[in-house]
Every structure is written in structure tokens, then in C-alpha cells.
């Protein structure tokens, strides 16, 4: 299920239109994907604070779409582009990679709420494309 | 069996409430014939199924879309029952349809973004955990016939 030259350029468009909202868009994901899947706040038992909206998790959610607007502008080549955040996650944060797609679905989730009229069936599947994509290049490096 | 407290029940209701049956029945289809195309097996004799478009026009699926949210609706007025409501659909799905699984958990997720579309933040984080509950008790009741 690779990437086609239509989905990159879905990807971009629709990237341009949340871009402004990319941090409200992470804090949101992030606060429902704790809450959600509970399982999740093991990786952030480091945190004082992991109720929805908190100050660490705004951060971090900022942080997470950081890091997708990065993919989004190396989406030509995103085991090159992302190799330093695969290293990170291979060698220090060692996430499960079954939890990429928990946090990608509460992404979709997010986006679902802030942009009902954008987030379309096509932009759904080419964004869900991409965020596997991204989950891939970032679990290169595990084994 | 899976337990529900008043709070639980009160926010499924809340959400379920709000979802139109005609409009969430059609579009759920386009989320997830679009989004997972191998979904597209089942549905062989259902015509023009490959934009969303077509989806969103197609008869068949709008009719469909209503007997899937039926089967919810009953599932909302009877949250200690999941079991019993679906044991024949379960057998029905396997022995006749021949529904992998696993489409199942992919339409509960598009059942729940459609309704994101349209409650937004309505569905706070509590309560789509609450909604994913019911989702997910709703799932396992159609696979609980696959042996």
C-alpha cells in the first residue's frame, strides 16, 4: 500500500489547510489516545500530569505534529528524511509500533472534529496511507 | 458480560441521539469502502460502489447503512443483551456472508469518525471512550459465532 504521486499531493493540500491548527490538532489526539486507550500512559508515567489538556501533553502534542510536518515535507523519501526520530524510537523510546496506528486513529479522530468538511473519505485514506507510512520509517530501525 | 454503569448508558444515549440514521447509514459506507477497498468483496452485486459519489447514490448501501444502525439502535435499547441481539447475525456473517472479522473493528472505527464529523466536540475524550466501549462490546458479540 505505497504511497501514489495523487496521495502525496492529497497529503499536501490537506496539510496546508490544518497546518495553522497542527498543535490544537496533537494536544487533541494525544489527550484522547491517553484517555481512550489507557494502555498508552505507560510511556508517560515520567509525566505530573496526563489528564486531557494538560501542560505536557500540549507540549508533546505539539512536538508529535512537529514531526509530521517534517514527514509531510520529506514524503519522497521518509526512512532517509526521519532516520534520526527512528533511531529515537528504536534505541530510546522503544515504543510498541502497535500503538503508531492507535495514535494515527486518534489523529483521524481529532482531524474528524476540527475539519468535518475536509476530512473526506479520499483525504482519510490518503492521510491513513501516510501516517503508515511514517509508522514504518519510524520502527525501521527496531530490529 | 459486559457491565455498564448509569453514566455509561446515559452517554451512549446521548450520543446515539444524535445520529441520523438516514445521514450516518450512507456516508459510514463511503468512509469505509473508500478508506479499506477490500471491503469491496462483499459487495459483488451492489453496483457502482468505487466513489463516493456513487457510494453516497447507491440504494443498496443506503439500505444496508439503515439495517446496520437498526442493529445499533437495538443494541442501545438493550445494553445487557449484546450476546443474545447478535448470535444469529454473528452465524450470519460467517456461515453465509463469509465477513472476515476483522471488517468489523474497521466499521466500528468509521461509525466512529462519521459521528466525530458530526457531534465534534461533543465527543470529548470521555466520551468517545464510553461510545468505543459499546462499539467494542458490539464487535464481539458479531465474532462471538466464528467457531
Known sequence: MSLTAQDKGTVKAFWAKVVNKAEDIGADALSRMLVVYPQTKTYFAHWKDLNPGSAPVKKHGATVMGGVADAVAKIDDLTTGLLNLSELHAFTFRVDPANFKVLSYNIFVALAIMFPRDFTPEVHVAMDKFLAAVALALSAKYR | ?147
Open chain 2, 1 to 147: 458480560m459486559v457491565k455498564w454503569t448509569e453514566e455509561e448508558r446515559r452517554i451512549i444515549r446521548g450520543v446515539w441521539e444524535k445520529v441520523d440514521i438516514n445521514e450516518v447509514g450512507a456516508q459510514l459506507w463511503a468512509r469505509a469502502l473508500i478508506v479499506y477497498p477490500w471491503i469491496e468483496r462483499y459487495f459483488g452485486n451492489f453496483g457502482d460502489i468505487f466513489t463516493t459519489t456513487a457510494i453516497l447514490n447507491n440504494p443498496k448501501l443506503a439500505a444496508l447503512g439503515k439495517v446496520v444502525l437498526s442493529a445499533l439502535d437495538t443494541a442501545v435499547e438493550n445494553m445487557d443483551n449484546f450476546k443474545g441481539i447478535y448470535a444469529s447475525l454473528s452465524r450470519q456473517h460467517y456461515e453465509n456472508i463469509k465477513v472476515d472479522p476483522d471488517n468489523f473493528r474497521l466499521l466500528a472505527e468509521c461509525i466512529t469518525i462519521t459521528i466525530a464529523c458530526k457531534l465534534k466536540a461533543e465527543l470529548s475524550p470521555q466520551v468517545q471512550a464510553t461510545w468505543q466501549k459499546f462499539l467494542s462490546a458490539v464487535v464481539e458479540a458479531m465474532n462471538s459465532q466464528y467457531k
